[in-house]
Every structure is written in structure tokens, then in C-alpha cells.
T-cell receptor, first 113, second 117 residues
């Protein structure tokens, strides 16, 4: 089955700097890669996703890149703000065959004002 | 506003007790999921359901069972709670498709923190 590795487990950045979180996956058949953000006391929420027919996707200050050959994908947050502080999870799965998402172990991002 | 509601935010139970965690969604979603979240281990799937009365094992089903009698409700049952089931439990739902595509956006509840003494 799929295995998703996520690094780093914790990340501290100064406000205004960029943050990068990296994930690798094992199943070359996986073709859907979402990122979820979990704020303190809340459930995770989808912030961006990418499918394997594109290499990069942007939404304002966040972007995700995908390298299918290397089987890795990354989340990039630019101009970080204190409200970006949260736990971020990457995930991967196939888009058919009743296969649920497999999540990475999470990255705790702290943005220091 | 979409909503997944978990019945209890905090529970304290004793070893051997039967525990029910309830989850209700108001979005008419086909798929529902139960995860447990532990520090350093991320989100691990216990069970999921893509239709009423249907259930599938996730990665860590041992010691758990589920029930989906109605589309909007998905219950997680610990038949005999043990201390290693102390954890945060998260319910989620997503819209389904005929080919059982599970890539729909997951909507999570706020979690139920269970302590087993």
C-alpha cells in the first residue's frame, strides 16, 4: 500500500519568510495529493491540492509542486504570517478503486512575529 | 455552512468499558471516515464507509467497529476500551462518486479526545 513520508516534523520561521514542507510517496499509481491545515482545537481543513497531470499549482501565498518521477511533492508558503502557524498534513491516493487518502505524520509550523 | 458534528469533545472512560463515538454530517455526503490522531503518528484511518450499511477497514481497525445505519451518521465503537486507545478521534465526510473516487475534499469534525483510565 501507499506510504507517505513528511519532513520536517517541526519548522520555525520568522514572519515574512518562506516555509517549505516536503513529502514523498511510495505508490507510483497515486495521482491525487492534497494538503490539509489543522489549527489548534480544530479538525484539519483542505488548503490546496494537486493532481498528477500538473506540476505546480498556486493559490495566493501557497503553492504546491509535484515531481512524479521522484515521487515527491512540496508545499510552499511565502510571506508567512502568524495565522499560518498550524500543523500541516500532506496526503496521497489514487483517484479510483476505493482507495482512501494516506496522510503524512504532519509538520508543526510556527511563525514567529 | 457545511458541518460535521462529533457528539463529545472530551470523554473519560475506564478500561473494559464499551464506548460509542458519534458523528453526524449535514452535507448529504456518501463517504464517512474515522481517524485517530496521535502525536508523531499523524492521522491514521480506522474505518471508512462509502454507503449506508457499508464499511471498510482502514489501516488500524483492531479493537474498533463501526456502524452506519443512516447516511448522515457514522458511529465508532470500542467494544472494550483499553489504555492504548487513549487518543484524539476525528470524523470526516466527503462527497462520493459512482466509481468510489475518494478524492473529494474531506470535511472534519473538531475531534473527540478520549482518555481511557
Amino acid at each position: 500500500g501507499e506510504n507517505v513520508e513528511q519532513h520536517p516534523s517541526t519548522l520555525s520561521v520568522q514572519e515574512g519568510d518562506s516555509a517549505v514542507i516536503k513529502c514523498t510517496y511510495s505508490d507510483s499509481a497515486s495521482n491525487y495529493f492534497p494538503w490539509y491545515k489543522q489549527e489548534l482545537g480544530k479538525g484539519p481543513q483542505l488548503i490546496i491540492d494537486i493532481r498528477s497531470n500538473v506540476g505546480e499549482k498556486k493559490d495566493q501565498r501557497i503553492a504546491v509542486t509535484l515531481n512524479k518521477t521522484a515521487k515527491h511533492f512540496s508545499l510552499h508558503i511565502t510571506e508567512t504570517q502568524p495565522e499560518d502557524s498550524a500543523v500541516y498534513f500532506c496526503a496521497a491516493c489514487k483517484d479510483s478503486g476505493n482507495t482512501p487518502l494516506v496522510f503524512g505524520k504532519g509538520t508543526r509550523l510556527s511563525v514567529i512575529a | 455552512d457545511v458541518k460535521v458534528t462529533q457528539s463529545s469533545r472530551y470523554l473519560v472512560k475506564r478500561t473494559g468499558e464499551k464506548v460509542f463515538l458519534e458523528c453526524v454530517q449535514d452535507m448529504d455526503h456518501e463517504n464517512m471516515f474515522w481517524y485517530r490522531q496521535d502525536p508523531g503518528l499523524g492521522l491514521r484511518l480506522i474505518y471508512f464507509s462509502y454507503d449506508v450499511k457499508m464499511k471498510e477497514k482502514g489501516d488500524i481497525p483492531e479493537g474498533y467497529s463501526v456502524s452506519r445505519e443512516k447516511k448522515e451518521r457514522f458511529s465508532l465503537i470500542l467494544e472494550s476500551a483499553s489504555t492504548n486507545q487513549t487518543s484524539m478521534y476525528l470524523c470526516a465526510s466527503s462527497s462520493g462518486a459512482e466509481d468510489r473516487d475518494l478524492t473529494g475534499e474531506l470535511f472534519f469534525g473538531e475531534g473527540s479526545r478520549l482518555t481511557v483510565l
